[in-house]
């Protein structure tokens, strides 16, 4: 075989199989990891499918054609790093990983060197050089695609957070709930001022009972923050009303002599739907099915 990349490339290419073999046997991550032993078949053929790519997508970097490697490692960064963020891998393990997986290709590029026999130390230190700064190159690349993942999972699940923390809930065709449970801080104040109102418009919501009974605690900020929701909602034409008031709460609207203008307040959102059920009992017989 003629001493050139290109020779490595299908020496590595023909080994492939082998390689991967040679990595199952050295890898032994955590029990829990995707890389332990006791991995399940549907993750080990996976890995299989993704290792063998990734031998692939190094070695390409030996063909004469620079472009394929390049093509090869933005397709293959996206893809493992995407994978390796959905499986929930910690990056450090993925490293482990892949510094196991730059071993064992390159044990099969020096066992080419062997059967080579007398090859120039230059022609060696040549491929060593390519070989690593490739390997460099495809960490960089997917640390930077890991990263990237990882911030868009974290930002679906700062949404889905942010939907479950301020939850209107339409009962009927006109009315809904807006049960608060928790601590309520600045952010999550804010988020309230700026996202209940759009989802009643959006739900057709005329009239919101606001619970209180599952906040844990409840300050002047919070309450203050009540108000300028209730405003906000009467601007839009939506009437409010207020459940869950402990009497400990009472007195502190009281006491700050915070003005809850026009909107009834009740110690509990059973009192406030039955005390009202007049308007409730006709937007549920507008939804009753005819029999």
């Excluded at 990349?5 to 390689?19: D, F, G, K, R």
């Excluded at 029990?31 to 332990?36: A, D, E, Q, T, V």
């Excluded at 933005?74 to 390796?84: D, H, I, L, Q, T």
């Excluded at 108000?227 to 009497?247: E, N, R, V, W």
Aim: hydrophobic share 40%; with cysteine; net charge negative.
């Amino acid at each position: 075989m003629s001493l050139t990349n290109q020779s490595i490339y299908h020496y590595v290419m023909e080994q492939a199989s082998s390689i991967t073999k040679t990595w199952f046997a050295i890898k032994d991550g955590e029990l829990g990891s995707i890389y332990s032993k006791n991995t399940s078949p549907s993750v080990e053929k996976l890995l299989t499918k993704q290792h063998t790519y990734t031998i692939q997508t190094v070695i390409s970097a030996f063909l004469e054609d620079e472009s394929i490697f390049a093509g090869n490692l933005e397709k293959w960064a996206n893809k493992v790093a995407k994978s390796r963020v959905e499986l929930g891998t910690p990056v450090h393990e993925v490293l482990q990983a892949l510094s196991i997986t730059r071993q064992v290709i390159w044990d099969s590029i020096e066992q080419f060197i062997l059967e080579q026999k007398n090859v120039p130390t230059p022609l060696i230190l040549q491929w060593s050089s390519k070989f690593h700064f490739t390997f460099d190159l495809l960490t960089n690349q997917f640390t930077s695609m890991y990263h990237t993942f990882t911030k868009q999972k974290l930002h679906c699940q700062e949404v889905l957070i942010q939907q479950l923390s301020v939850p209107v809930i339409p009962i009927t065709e006109a009315i809904g709930v807006l049960p608060l449970v928790g601590d309520i801080d600045s952010l999550r104040a804010k988020l309230i001022l700026e996202t209940v109102p759009v989802k009643c418009k959006e739900e057709a919501i005329n009239h919101l009972y606001i619970d209180l009974s599952g906040i844990s605690s409840i300050d002047t900020m919070v309450l203050h923050e009540l108000m300028k929701l209730t405003k906000i909602l009467s601007f839009i034409g939506i009437d409010a009303t207020i459940s869950g008031l402990s009497p400990d709460t009472a007195q502190m609207i009281t006491t700050l002599g915070i003005s809850l203008g026009n909107v009834p307040t009740y110690i509990t959102l059973k009192q406030a739907l039955s005390l009202q059920k007049e308007p409730v009992q006709k937007a549920l017989l507008k939804e009753k099915p005819l029999t």
